[in-house]
């Protein structure tokens, strides 16, 4: 059924549940989608820093300084590792040892290092979305 037009023209525009947008999609379009990328780039980082884990051997040295260990005296040896967050950054180099690795582990670790900065920004980039969302007319 069509919409009444005469009974929507006498409706205040804040009263009809106005959407806002910004060019391209509605906001909550835009927020969904930014949460969505940021839950994808998490799961990213994850999977490829225990892909890249493997690949460089679990007990390397090279293992050792690419992977943060928090709770060392209680975690068992196989347990869960993420990247160090000093590697997410772009103009923090690579260690000297991955240099020898196969192009595949440099790749991994590229992705990894992408999926870890991406994960953080669009999740700040969502927070400040939503503030700009409720504080606009």
């Known amino acids: 059924m ?4 005469a009974v929507e023209a006498d409706v205040p525009q804040a009263s009809r549940g106005s959407r806002r947008t910004l060019g391209i999609m509605e906001t909550d379009g835009m927020l969904l989608v930014i949460f969505k990328a940021a839950g994808y ?6 999977a490829l820093s225990q892909l890249l884990r493997a690949l460089v051997k679990w007990n390397s040295p090279l293992a050792i300084e690419l992977f943060a260990v928090p ?13 160090r ?3 997410f950054l772009p103009w923090r180099p690579a260690p000297d040892a991955l240099k020898q690795e196969p192009i595949l582990t440099r790749l991994v670790f590229v992705l990894a290092s992408f ?7 669009l999740m700040l980039l969502f927070f400040a979305s939503g503030f700009y969302i409720a504080g606009a007319p």
């Open 2 to 5: 069509p919409p009444n037009r």
């Open 41 to 46: 780039a998490m799961l990213a980082h994850l």
């Open 115 to 121: 999926s870890g900065l991406a994960m953080p920004v």
């Open 85 to 87: 967050v000093r590697y």
């Open 71 to 83: 709770n060392a005296p209680i975690a068992p040896d196989w347990g869960f590792r993420l990247l």
